[in-house]
């Protein structure tokens, strides 16, 4: 088997190496009474998209820090009971992509959110407003802001649990079968939507990106995605000599220590030649999940397209 990490024996026992801050319960307990404090004003619009097999509509609701954020919303056809729903979360820099891509999911009678991150590729808004460096990346983005609740991801992480809560109120929608997927960024919004809404049943990330930031800086794999991390230190922190400090700051939006909160059954996929993502920081989050789990393992495969896994992701969901 090939290996540029750490053996599969190795990975399956990793538990992370970032820090994690020692108030982070009560950092997240705050986010979420600020997040549950916050009137989301949802707003529904027919979209232009028409399909035989749902009803199309452009979603707004108000997160925190009072950003609007956009998700697309298909609800089936002539239902007259309520039914499942997905969450959908895309990579880093894109946006939820085309109507057709959910079709399969609304033709089963699934309900699909599918949400832009805030600041990314798509239609959701991004208030800014943090001290310090915003030059290159949404990991950074508040690093250098004197209070942690200004951390970009805290609240893009916030953004899916209130989306996931929206769903879950819907009329026509069992809020008792909701599931989250995605991969990459998308991986990592799935795993912090179903830690911050444990109701979420079923849960499906691939090869999940923003875990265990200090193993990656140490594989010298600050790159690609990760790039702003070598980026930060060698413009602010040239000597590390804030290494600890800057590292236990991103610990709390590390989704690693979010991942033991999860009470949904997991399906994760992820390729051990993946240098965006290495597997190791990808299995200190699986491995810390405490639910029912099972993990895909594609030896000779990176972070790219993975044969079947959409297949069995889908089939994963028939049974929520």
Same mark, same amino acid.
């Given at each position: 088997?090939?290996?540029?990490?750490?053996?599969?024996?190795?990975?399956?026992?990793?538990?992370?190496?970032?820090?994690?801050?020692?108030?982070?319960?009560?950092?997240?307990?705050?986010?979420?009474?600020?997040?549950?404090?916050?009137?989301?004003?949802?707003?529904?619009?027919? @979209?232009?998209?028409? !399909?035989?097999?749902?009803?199309?509509?452009?979603?707004?609701?108000?997160?925190?820090?009072? /950003?609007?954020?956009? /998700?697309?919303?298909?609800?089936?056809?002539?239902?007259?009971?309520?039914?499942?729903?997905? +969450?959908?979360?895309?990579g880093y820099s894109g946006n939820s992509g085309d109507w057709q891509n959910y079709l399969g999911y609304a033709a089963s009678g699934f309900v699909v959110a599918a949400m832009d991150c805030r600041g990314q590729g798509g239609l959701s808004e991004d208030k800014g407003g943090v001290s310090g460096n915003t030059l290159q990346g949404h990991i950074i983005r508040g690093l250098d802001d004197p209070n942690p609740d200004n951390l970009l991801y805290r609240d893009i992480f916030l953004d899916t649990a209130m989306l996931a809560k929206i769903i879950m109120d819907m009329?026509?929608?069992?809020?008792?079968?909701?599931?989250?997927?995605?991969?990459?960024?998308?991986?990592?919004?799935?795993? @912090?939507?179903?830690?911050?809404?444990?109701?979420?049943?079923?849960?499906?990330?691939?090869?999940?990106? $923003?875990?265990?930031?200090?193993?990656?800086? %140490?594989?010298? +794999?600050?790159?690609?995605?990760?790039? %702003?991390?070598?980026?930060?230190?060698?413009?602010?922190?040239?000597?590390?000599?804030?290494?600890?400090?800057? #590292?236990?700051?991103?610990?709390?939006?590390?989704?690693?220590?979010? /991942?033991?909160?999860?009470?949904?059954?997991?399906?994760?996929? !992820?390729? $051990?030649?993946?240098?965006?993502?290495?597997?190791?920081?990808? #299995?200190? /989050?699986?491995?810390?999940?405490?639910?029912?789990?099972?993990? $895909?393992?594609?030896?000779?495969?990176?972070? %790219?397209?993975?044969?079947?896994?959409?297949?069995?992701?889908?089939?994963?969901?028939?049974? +929520?």
């Amino acid at each position: 088997m090939p290996v540029f990490d750490m053996s599969l024996d190795e990975l399956k026992k990793y538990r992370g190496i970032n820090p994690k801050p020692s108030d982070f319960d009560e950092y997240w307990q705050r986010a979420l009474n600020e997040m549950h404090g916050t009137d989301p004003n949802v707003e529904l619009i027919p @979209a232009d998209f028409e !399909t035989p097999v749902a009803e199309c509509f452009n979603l707004y609701f108000t997160g925190v820090k009072g /950003a609007r954020i956009y /998700a697309k919303l298909l609800k089936p056809k002539n239902i007259n009971d309520q039914k499942p729903a997905i +969450l959908n979360f895309h990579g880093y820099s894109g946006n939820s992509g085309d109507w057709q891509n959910y079709l399969g999911y609304a033709a089963s009678g699934f309900v699909v959110a599918a949400m832009d991150c805030r600041g990314q590729g798509g239609l959701s808004e991004d208030k800014g407003g943090v001290s310090g460096n915003t030059l290159q990346g949404h990991i950074i983005r508040g690093l250098d802001d004197p209070n942690p609740d200004n951390l970009l991801y805290r609240d893009i992480f916030l953004d899916t649990a209130m989306l996931a809560k929206i769903i879950m109120d819907m009329p026509f929608v069992d809020k008792k079968r909701v599931g989250a997927m995605g991969g990459s960024q998308g991986g990592a919004l799935t795993i @912090a939507c179903a830690a911050l809404v444990p109701e979420i049943k079923r849960l499906a990330p691939c090869y999940p990106f $923003l875990s265990d930031y200090k193993r990656v800086w %140490e594989m010298d +794999l600050a790159k690609d995605a990760y790039v %702003e991390l070598s980026q930060y230190f060698r413009r602010f922190d040239p000597m590390h000599l804030r290494e600890e400090e800057i #590292f236990t700051k991103l610990g709390y939006i590390d989704i690693q220590h979010l /991942a033991e909160r999860i009470n949904g059954e997991v399906l994760m996929a !992820t390729g $051990l030649m993946d240098t965006i993502c290495p597997p190791s920081t990808q #299995f200190a /989050a699986y491995n810390k999940i405490q639910s029912k789990k099972n993990i $895909l393992i594609y030896p000779d495969f990176g972070h %790219e397209y993975l044969p079947g896994f959409e297949d069995l992701k889908y089939q994963f969901m028939l049974g +929520l």
